[in-house]
Every structure is written in C-alpha cells, then in structure tokens.
C-alpha cells in the first residue's frame, strides 16, 4: 500500500518537475528566476512547513523519543557518508570527482525531493520529524563538505551564518515550540500554514527548472553516475532500514526510511560552483538520481515499508 501511495505521490511530482522543465525549454523562466525561487523556498516556505509540522497538531513523540530521532538521522547520514566513501574509492574517478561522488551519497535532497514526499505519505505532523534531518545536513555539510571540496583552493571560508541555516533555525524553533507546546495565536498559525502549502509545487518545479540545464545525453551516458546514483537511492535506505527496524518502527522508521532513499542533494552542484570547481560531474549525479528516485523510492517504500 504504502509504494502504491509513494508511487502515486511520485508521479504527482514528476508531473510538477516536468512543468518547470517545459517552462524552462520554453524560455517563460530561466536560471536567474531559478536561484532567486530557491532562495525563497529554502528562506521562507520551507521553514513555514516544518513549523506547521507542529503548530496546531498532536505531538506524536515524547521527549526521549525526539532523542532517539535526532540520533537516528546522524545514523543516516553516517551511513551516507561511509557508503560514499567505499563507492567514491572504487569508481575510476579523478580526485575532484571522487570528493563530488563522496558527497552526492553522503547528503541527500532533504528538503527539496524529503519533505514534499513524506508530508504526502505521512501527513503534515510528521515532516517535523523529517525536518530533524537538517541538524546534521548542515553540521557536517558545512565542515567535513566544504573542508573536502576547498581542499587545494585555497579559496571560500565556512561562516556560523551559513551553517545555521533559515532551515535549521527552523528546526530548532520547531523543536521549542514542540518540547514546550507552545501555542501560536491563530492568525499567525493559518499564515504559517498558507506559506507552507506552496512549499511542494514550488520546489518541484525549481528542480524541473535546474534539470533543463543539464545536458541530458552525456549525463545518460556516464555509467560512474548510475553507480553513485543507485548507491544513495538504493543501498543507502536498505541498510538504514536494516538497522532502524530493530529501535523504530512506525512512521518514524517510514519517514527517516524515506529521507535515506532521497536523491543526491542539489548543494553539492551549489558548493562546487561557489568554490571554483567543476560542478559537471555532481551536475550529473543529481540529474540522474532526481530522475531514478521517482522509480525508486515507490519500489524501497514498498518493498521496506
């Protein structure tokens, strides 16, 4: 039942992708509009939705189980992190591709592909939980990622602004407004609420706008970016479940299941243009995974959950 949904969901999204991507073919938007939207979404929208993941609704994790969760999701992205390692050592890549192949396993597409999924199979309670996998996304992104990409450029220094990032602050206050209860005065829960609604059509269409720049036939044709691809979509969440089913279980475990089996996240592209490196490769990866995910994430939801 639950790939069933997920499929459907999927599909629902791939058509929203496919929107922005014609939109961008057809030349009514283009990339400046494309980097300014997702600035807008990952500035306002997104943190409206985890907000709204707690504002209004019934707590469905006490305190000691909200530390389970959070450990949970730095197992996540420790399974990421090794996997990638193990994959970026055994494909024949130049050492700038290697790092980039390390990366595009070690961090997923969270936000962008994570939240939009999970609030459509497990409604809106439960993107909070999903939104706890912004703790480590920006702790270790902003360290150990960017360490690794400016190694040799000497160039670009990680700021405590960019690592408390609108998302993760809104986690925080998330967890706040959770662990105290705090209730919001209505006029400014329904605004929360309405701002979160444009989260899911807005970012899918970002990602079909940012695909319709990548040179599809050469990205079809780089075998190294399947490898590293199938590796994020499929191994990722298959050990993640292996090893949460024995402590969670639930929509907890459906959701962090789901947040594993998201595609290679679309920072890595970002960091490696900001710091002077070639972003062809990590271009490719992400293209890839964005479009296998919407065949492999229904099949890991249903084959695991």
Known sequence: MAGLVALEKMVMLVLLMLVGFVAAKAKWVD????????????????????LSSVVGVEPQMAGKELLVVVVSVFFVFGVGGVLGFVVSRLLPLPQQDRTVAWLSVFFMNNVFIGFPVVEALFGQSAVFCASLSNLPFNLLLFSIGVSRLRAGQGRGRVTLREVLSPALVGTLAAIVLFLFQIPLPSLVADTIRTLGGATVPLSMLIIGISLSQVPVAQALRDWRAYGVSLVRLIVCPVVVWLVLRLFLEGTTLGVLTVIAACPSGAMITILCLRYGLDDTFASRVN????????????????LLL
């Open 31 to 50: 990339s400046a509009f494309s980097q300014r939207a997702s600035h807008l979404v990952a500035n306002v929208f997104i943190v409206a939705t985890i």
């Open 287 to 302: 293209f890839l995974s964005t479009i296998l995910c919407a065949v492999t994430l229904p099949v890991m939801t249903s």
